[in-house]
């Protein structure tokens, strides 16, 4: 039985059968559990440990909105708070409650408000059906820096459904209790040292007799003794954080091991860049977002083309380097992906064949999308920047049913922009809708999808000889196009793509979790289009021979994949264990014609355009290859200590490759390759704050083609080994020093003894040092940045002029540095400033190592004002104006950075 057919037939009955009953995750910003931890785990105050020496179990807190320094408990003699409310007045100051926490007790939980400066919180309360719900007026949920957050926890214990927190108008907070048979039993506290407690009791708790709380303001009751974790607790509470993230600091990622695994705790480089980066820097492409992250540079040949796939630490990656919410899609490799539908950004350096199947061994790319909120959102926001650049989205979310089971979320973006280079007129439409249904307390899906227009003129780059090398003629103007004014609906690289999938996730108990997730992308070009490309340079530097590529019958490339996996936790005696394991099949199917045209030179100082098409030179192509994939993989996260760690895992691959030319079917090909793919690493960490960390893992990449015997190329092979060291400082400001040494081998070669064949000796390395630092270093003061020492070279080629040449576009010293400060109180709350430092150093411009681009260091900034959920903005890219390269794919394509470019926006919140 083929392999096509089995992916075929799988795809199709799991995306039905999963439909009828299965789920994935969906997320909001953050998912963290209190876990349960045996006494040699639990950390604990001295004054607490001769309370938890005799207990068998205890829970732990680890989760809230703004991490603080450890604060005492409720002091005994807490006063009951529920008091009338005040009149607002315009004259009243505004608290901000600057962090939401919420602590496991023996009778349920309690939620604390903290306010930044211990101010007391006057209260209003009521009951509604099943909910007991709090007013606070002249309140608001601000972090230290500005943001507005929210908080919610759903079903936390036994009896009681949800618990939120949100900031219900410009100057009221309200807090909801809902319970699933009535309304909840809701005790409040007043304490000096953590501020406004709302003890819930669960469903077993309330059905004992407690004290209910009094409603004269400021009436003192009896002494409460400050609640305790319980020690008979069996189930974790999961909560969810929604709002803007912590600064630049993020503390947990799924991308490395499909679990919410801590950081610190991967034994591997990551780094997440969140929302609020993308907000505050204005991205609207993701290579401008991939500039903050350190190890990477900018893809050659797409500097202003629409592609994503980045360099990651030395090596050009292929079209499987991107994932969107941890599943594999090609097509955005080969058209842009849009940023107004992105939550955050995940970038795994390093091999992720273990979990993701065939990929670059650089590093893996997850854009993971904004999902519905629980509560009633609405953003719109409109930009007006140099080179007519207009750009309109639109953010709406919130609940569709009134008991919340059912949540929407709506993005939407409208763009036309110019460029510096002569018409190059760009045009981006998209629009992306959501919808998540909690079917019940253990199941939900999401469904999601997304459609992107694109239109823009290819741009082919400039050639070496007159930008980075010496011209005869002079230097050619930055402004300089080789192609043709072709109409933008007539552009080389219009596209158009529609995105479809779920996600579905079932909870069996609180150990074990199934997930089942597909998407589909269909991505397709018009019959029009048109692009030009480069093929030589006179001997005096001033005409450029040119080739027109056209597609007359337009062309296709659509994507499948579908990941199902379980989730499990156990105990092997004392040790933990995490194990993943499941199976996935991916799909691919592109095609189309091709004629090339002959055109007339250009004179690139002096261009006469609008010339007439000329002859079709060579064969025409119109063909097909499909793809396929299945793969079977297996991952233990092992907790031998609390600060002592495994992480092994595996995985089996089959890929295929089937080639169908509609024109001489004796070309038609097929080829199917085997790789396993395995992953090793070990945390150590001495004391909390610190990681030290080793890996070992490895990547496979299928190879098309055969040797002049006709034997199949083997898959390329990735080899990694990383060390490093990680840590938390504060809890605010984390930071990651890794070393690591990658080996690409089975890389083809030219075969000497055969002339125009290739044969699979050729190896290349690269091995360096990265520094990721990421959080609020001081009050208002948030950073993020990075530096990466790369050494990447060839090692072995049949061409020995070949042999120790540095691969191209890669630097051996970069950094990346972007920081805001934003002022939290007095006149000038709300203002903030940002500043950006991006040294690139030389690189080579191609691998014959036969020109450089030189190093550069450009300079970003920011002005910022937000109050009352309004915001308004002035970006500056390239401050003072430089002329730098930004890549190069050869010397006859040499791609020069933005000028300086300014980007106003205002937005708002509601």
Known sequence: MKLEWLVSSILLTCSMVTLGTNPTRSEEISTKEFQKQTPDSTTTSSSQQGSLSSRVQSVKSTAEIWQIPKIQRPIPNAQILVQTPTPT????????????????????????????????????????????????PNAQLRLPSGEAFTFRSDKPIAGITGITVINFDANTIRVTVTGEAGVPTVELFDSPNEGLIFSVASAAASSQPSAQPQTQPNQSTSETQPTQPSASSDEPIELV?????????????????????????????????????????????????????????????????????????????????????????????????????????????GPASVLYGQGSLGGTVNLVTKQPLSSPYYSVEASVGSFDFYRSTLDLSGPLTSDKTLLYRLNAAVETSGSFVDFLERQRYFVSPV????????????????????????????????????????????????????????????????????????????????????????????????????????DDGRLLSRTVRTFPAGGYDNTYSLDNYVVGKFKTGSIQHQIVAGFDLFREAAGGQQINRSIAPLDLFNPVYTQTLGGIIGDPSDDETTSDSLG???????????NLKLLLGGRFDIVNQTYKDFIDSSNNDFQQNEAFSPRVGIVYQPIPAISLYASYSRSFQQVIGTTFDNSLFQPEKGTQ???????????????????????????????????????????QKSQGIELNIGGEVLPGLSIIGGYAYTDASVTKDTDTELVDNILNNVP???????????????????????????????????????????????????????????????????????????????????????????????????
Request: negative net charge; charged residues 20%.
């Open 89 to 136: 007045t315009p004259a009243q100051k505004i608290v901000q409650v600057t962090a939401v926490k919420a602590n496991p007790t023996n009778k349920g939980v309690e939620v604390i408000l903290q306010t930044s400066l211990g101010e007391q919180l006057q209260i209003t309360n009521r009951s509604a059906v099943n909910s007991f719900i709090v007013d606070i």
């Open 241 to 349: 954080v929604t709002g803007e993230q912590d600064g630049y600091r993020v503390g947990d990622s799924s991308t490395p091991t499909k679990t919410d695994t801590p950081l610190r705790d991967i034994p591997q480089s990551i780094q997440v860049i969140p929302r609020q980066l993308i907000k505050e820097q204005r991205i609207t492409r993701i290579s401008d977002a991939l500039r903050n992250v350190s190890g990477i540079q900018e893809p050659a040949a797409t500097t202003r083309n629409v592609f994503d796939v980045p360099i990651i630490r030395g090596f050009t990656p292929n079209s499987d380097a991107i994932l969107r919410n941890g599943l594999r899609e090609r097509t955005s490799s080969r058209i842009p992906s849009e940023t107004a539908n992105l939550e955050r950004i995940e970038v795994l350096k």
């Open 435 to 538: 919808l998540t249904w909690q079917i019940d307390r253990n199941t939900k899906i999401s469904f999601e999808s997304e459609y992107l227009a694109t239109q823009q003129p290819d741009d082919s780059g400039l050639p070496a000889r007159g930008t980075v090398l010496s011209n005869p003629n002079g230097k050619i103007p930055r402004n300089r196009n080789i192609g043709e004014p072709f109409d933008v609906s007539e552009s080389g690289n219009n596209r158009n793509v529609l995105r479809v999938g779920y996600n579905f996730e079932h909870r069996f108990n609180e150990d074990w979790q199934v997930r089942n997730a597909f998407q589909a992308s269909l991505s397709n070009y018009p019959n029009n289009r048109i692009y030009i490309l480069p093929t030589s340079l006179s």
């Open 632 to 642: 079977f993989y297996l991952q233990d996260q092992i907790a031998l200590f609390n």
């Open 721 to 763: 080994y990383e060390v490093g060291i990680k840590t938390d400082l504060s809890d605010k400001v984390s930071a990651t020093l890794a070393f690591y040494n990658l080996t690409r081998s089975n890389v083809l070669t030219d075969d000497p003894d055969n002339p125009g064949e290739s044969i699979q000796t050729g190896e």
């Open 812 to 910: 051996k010293h970069a950094f990346t540095l972007w920081t805001t400060y934003k002022i939290a109180q007095g006149d000038l709350q709300g203002l903030g400033f940002g500043l950006g430092l991006y040294y690139v150093g030389d690189r080579q411009g191609d691998l014959a190592n036969t020109f450089e681009l030189p190093s550069y260091l450009r300079t970003d900034a920011a002005v910022f004002y937000e109050r009352n959920k309004f915001r308004v903005a002035l970006n500056i890219r390239n401050l003072f104006d430089i002329d730098y390269y930004a890549s190069a794919q050869r010397d006859l394509a040499v791609y020069l950075g933005e000028p300086l470019t300014l980007q106003g926006t205002v937005s708002w919140e509601f």
